[in-house]
């Protein structure tokens, strides 16, 4: 069979169990950090401190040559390290200590290391070399739209409007200059006479984005514009972490502490960023010629990888990937676990207040004897945290998990400016979809209301009233229930997630259920003893409002996924408020398909996907559970659904 990418930014115990040498490598770094802890017993809350605060962005530098040297001793009693060879490109990373972690403990992505001393490639003139930690892209669809020979810089080059006059640009531009990630030139002539080739402009973004109170300004190289992302291959596919995994690790890692009376007391997050994530890797010295840009009549080359390009956050993935698989196997796959999400690492740890911050102190140890800045007046520790766009808070029986509420009023306004316009430009069109699919892979009742969204988005650029625009009549429907759903108030923008029910504990109930294109039915079983039934034809004011005829076969899938919400709505008493293992039964792939994942397609399934959305998001628990059973063996609800066709007979 197939050998699956081994990937390294989420779900880390499976990564780990494919890597038992690693994960034995670092089980000896682990218990050589637990001694140097015991030695110098203020360590763990030496390093602790440094949580929060705004004045470094790694630890004291005595703690860290501690830490530094614990990890390099024992790395030396597993495998003498081979001759350093140092690199031509500066990078704040311990390179040699790196590397030498990463051959002593056989880990299979040597490429990340080869970057740092050489330069990372952007896919454009070098390749980005597979190592089985991604999906790769069919080579036949991931070909490069133009040859990097035929770019070229536009004729009468500008930036975008106000870009030049914006203080916080030239605030960011001048810190990158400072800190080494950039070169600044006075001509184009000058950059070319060091590149050795002519150098290609992109314009500069800037992207503002209000955060905790304050305006942040993100500098982005718009390589599109200029079409280098044309001539730049994607050759991976980045496998990036959601909410749920945080939720199946917490879970997996809770099962030994189960009978514990209160969950909350033993488990705990830590967030703490890398600083400057795509400047930590420098870009290829062949490709530099790309990523260049025109500022105040002076030419600025960066040394880095830059946001905006299209290979940077690839070779960046595999890089936080490499570091992702080496501190999950210090830290030990029953006692921790890590996932990053970009530049956003999040630890759960569970065990007692000592374990988990020995395991915090343990990570940041680590992280800052390899040299990697941090994001440290950002990090947090605690029981409750904020992670991307979701918010964890342990319970006493599990885990919830909301979405922030500035990313939903975000999504809010814009549905609701959206809805006072007869046009949308596509680019905020997309940006409201990125927003609501964000929160939809989390709160699963938000996936009806995107369909449209994204077709009106793939629908050609004639369509619309004017280039790169659509008419507001397109996703008018779709808006107006996404808005609906994001005022309410008593609706559950989040979930809770139960260890007895991770676990198989609990009541169990069962709904099993058919259609016909006569009517519904359905039986509720409880514990293994069926308690109820319905069954009910279908009415006129249902046929006409869901654009089905009564007996037409055409029908069924409309029907199936009206059965879903009929036995939702008539059972909600049952499973809408307490806890229990929901199961669907249905011999509908496509009603099963709905219950679980809210995925539908055509009009009247997806009128009857969006009120099932509307009713679980007012409920505090969900189906868990959908089993699919043949049709000859659902002979109940197939006859309760076919009790009002015409040629029904009891038998």
């Given at each position: 069979?197939?050998?699956?990418?081994?990937?390294?930014?989420?779900?880390?115990?499976?990564?780990?169990?494919?890597?038992?040498?690693?994960?034995?490598?670092?089980?000896?770094?682990?218990?050589?950090?637990?001694?140097?802890?015991?030695?110098?017993?203020?360590?763990?809350?030496?390093?602790l401190?440094h949580?929060?605060?705004?004045?470094?962005?790694?630890?004291?530098?005595?703690?860290?040559?501690?830490?530094?040297?614990?990890?390099?001793?024992?790395?030396?009693?597993?495998?003498?390290?081979?001759?350093?060879?140092?690199?031509?490109?500066?990078?704040?990373?311990?390179?040699?200590?790196?590397?030498?972690?990463?051959?002593?403990s056989?880990?299979?992505?040597?490429?990340?290391?080869?970057?740092?001393?050489?330069?990372?490639?952007?896919?454009?003139?070098?390749?980005?070399?597979?190592?089985?930690?991604?999906?790769?892209?069919?080579?036949?669809?991931?070909?490069?739209?133009?040859?990097?020979?035929?770019?070229?810089?536009?004729?009468?080059?500008?930036?975008?409007?106000?870009?030049?006059?914006?203080?916080?640009?030239?605030?960011?531009?001048?810190?990158?200059?400072?800190?080494?990630?950039?070169?600044?030139?006075?001509?184009?002539?000058?950059?070319?006479?060091?590149?050795?080739?002519?150098?290609?402009?992109?314009?500069?973004?800037?992207?503002?984005?209000?955060?905790?109170?304050?305006?942040?300004?993100?500098?982005?190289?718009?390589?599109?514009?200029?079409?280098?992302?044309k001539?730049?291959?994607?050759?991976e596919?980045?496998?990036?972490?959601?909410?749920?995994?945080?939720?199946?690790?917490?879970?997996?890692?809770?099962?030994?502490?189960q009978?514990?009376?209160n969950?909350?007391?033993?488990?705990?997050?830590?967030?703490?960023?890398?600083?400057?994530?795509?400047?930590?890797?420098?870009?290829?010295?062949?490709?530099?010629?790309?990523?260049?840009?025109?500022?105040?009549?002076?030419?600025?080359?960066?040394?880095?990888?830059?946001?905006?390009?299209?290979?940077?956050?690839?070779?960046?993935?595999?890089?936080?990937?490499?570091?992702?698989?080496?501190?999950?196997?210090?830290?030990?796959?029953?006692a921790?676990?890590?996932?990053?999400?970009?530049?956003?690492?999040?630890?759960?740890?569970?065990?007692?207040?000592?374990?988990?911050?020995?395991?915090?102190?343990?990570?940041?140890?680590?992280?800052?004897?390899?040299?990697?800045?941090?994001?440290?007046?950002?990090?947090?520790?605690?029981?409750?945290?904020?992670?991307?766009?979701?918010?964890?808070?342990?319970?006493?029986?599990?885990?919830?998990?909301?979405?922030?509420?500035?990313?939903?009023?975000?999504?809010?306004?814009?549905?609701?400016?959206?809805?006072?316009?007869?046009?949308?430009?596509?680019?905020?069109?997309?940006?409201?979809?990125?927003?609501?699919?964000?929160?939809?892979?989390?709160?699963?009742?938000?996936?009806?209301?995107?369909?449209?969204?994204?077709?009106?988005?793939?629908?050609?650029?004639?369509?619309g009233?004017?280039?790169?625009?659509?008419?507001?009549k397109?996703?008018?429907?779709?808006?107006?229930?996404?808005?609906?759903?994001l005022?309410?108030?008593?609706?559950?923008?989040?979930?809770?997630?139960?260890?007895?029910?991770?676990?198989?504990?609990?009541?169990?109930?069962?709904?099993?259920?058919d259609?016909?294109?006569?009517?519904?039915?359905?039986?509720?079983?409880?514990?293994?003893?069926?308690?109820?039934?319905?069954?009910?034809?279908?009415?006129?004011?249902?046929?006409?409002?869901?654009?089905?005829?009564?007996?037409?076969?055409?029908?069924?899938?409309?029907?199936?996924?009206?059965?879903?919400?009929?036995?939702?709505?008539?059972?909600?008493?049952r499973?809408?408020?307490?806890?229990?293992?929901?199961?669907?039964?249905?011999d509908?792939?496509?009603?099963?398909?709905?219950?679980?994942?809210?995925?539908?397609?055509?009009?009247g399934?997806?009128?009857?996907?969006?009120?099932?959305?509307?009713?679980?998001?007012?409920?505090?628990?969900?189906?868990?559970?959908?089993?699919?059973?043949?049709?000859?063996?659902?002979?109940?609800?197939?006859?309760?659904?076919?009790?009002?066709?015409?040629?029904?007979?009891?038998?």
């Amino acid at each position: 069979s197939e050998v699956q990418p081994l990937g390294g930014l989420r779900l880390m115990g499976p990564v780990m169990s494919r890597l038992s040498y690693e994960g034995q490598v670092g089980a000896k770094i682990h218990v050589a950090i637990r001694n140097l802890f015991q030695e110098h017993p203020t360590m763990v809350e030496d390093i602790l401190a440094h949580v929060g605060r705004t004045d470094c962005t790694s630890l004291h530098p005595g703690l860290t040559e501690l830490a530094r040297k614990t990890i390099r001793d024992t790395l030396t009693e597993v495998m003498t390290p081979n001759p350093f060879l140092p690199g031509t490109e500066n990078t704040p990373v311990d390179v040699e200590l790196l590397e030498h972690w990463r051959d002593a403990s056989k880990d299979p992505d040597s490429e990340p290391v080869r970057w740092l001393k050489e330069g990372a490639p952007a896919g454009i003139t070098q390749p980005i070399v597979d190592k089985g930690i991604f999906p790769l892209y069919d080579p036949e669809l991931d070909v490069a739209e133009c040859a990097p020979e035929d770019l070229m810089t536009e004729p009468g080059f500008v930036n975008y409007a106000g870009v030049e006059q914006d203080d916080d640009v030239d605030k960011e531009l001048n810190r990158s200059l400072d800190a080494g990630y950039a070169l600044s030139f006075p001509s184009t002539e000058d950059a070319e006479l060091y590149l050795g080739t002519p150098v290609i402009l992109s314009k500069i973004g800037a992207v503002k984005k209000l955060r905790n109170g304050k305006m942040e300004t993100r500098m982005v190289i718009d390589s599109k514009r200029s079409g280098v992302s044309k001539a730049t291959r994607k050759y991976e596919r980045t496998t990036l972490p959601r909410a749920l995994d945080v939720v199946s690790d917490t879970m997996s890692l809770l099962a030994p502490y189960q009978d514990r009376e209160n969950l909350a007391d033993w488990v705990e997050f830590m967030v703490a960023d890398y600083r400057d994530a795509f400047f930590i890797l420098p870009n290829h010295p062949e490709e530099r010629r790309f990523f260049a840009v025109q500022y105040r009549g002076k030419i600025i080359v960066f040394l880095r990888t830059t946001q905006g390009s299209r290979g940077a956050p690839l070779t960046w993935a595999r890089f936080a990937a490499l570091l992702g698989r080496l501190t999950q196997s210090v830290l030990g796959a029953s006692a921790a676990r890590i996932s990053t999400y970009v530049d956003d690492p999040v630890i759960v740890a569970v065990g007692t207040t000592l374990e988990r911050r020995t395991i915090f102190a343990m990570a940041l140890a680590m992280w800052s004897a390899l040299g990697l800045p941090l994001a440290l007046e950002k990090a947090q520790v605690g029981s409750t945290t904020t992670w991307t766009s979701a918010i964890f808070q342990p319970t006493k029986t599990g885990l919830d998990v909301s979405i922030k509420p500035s990313l939903v009023q975000e999504t809010l306004e814009m549905c609701t400016r959206f809805l006072s316009r007869n046009t949308i430009a596509k680019k905020e069109l997309r940006s409201c979809t990125g927003k609501a699919t964000h929160i939809a892979s989390l709160v699963h009742t938000m996936r009806p209301f995107l369909s449209e969204l994204y077709g009106a988005l793939g629908s050609a650029t004639k369509h619309g009233p004017v280039k790169a625009t659509v008419w507001t009549k397109q996703v008018r429907s779709a808006l107006i229930w996404l808005a609906a759903l994001l005022k309410q108030e008593e609706c559950q923008l989040r979930r809770s997630f139960e260890l007895s029910v991770y676990l198989g504990q609990g009541d169990h109930i069962v709904m099993c259920l058919d259609a016909s294109p006569w009517g519904l039915g359905g039986f509720l079983t409880e514990n293994g003893v069926i308690t109820s039934y319905f069954s009910t034809g279908l009415s006129d004011e249902e046929l006409q409002l869901l654009h089905v005829e009564r007996g037409d076969s055409a029908a069924q899938q409309v029907v199936e996924a009206l059965a879903v919400l009929v036995a939702l709505r008539t059972w909600a008493h049952r499973w809408s408020n307490q806890r229990a293992i929901i199961h669907f039964q249905s011999d509908s792939i496509s009603a099963l398909i709905i219950s679980q994942k809210l995925k539908t397609s055509g009009k009247g399934a997806g009128i009857v996907a969006r009120e099932i959305a509307l009713d679980v998001a007012h409920a505090i628990y969900a189906p868990h559970v959908a089993e699919h059973v043949p049709g000859d063996e659902n002979l109940v609800a197939d006859a309760l659904s076919r009790k009002f066709a015409p040629d029904f007979e009891y038998i």
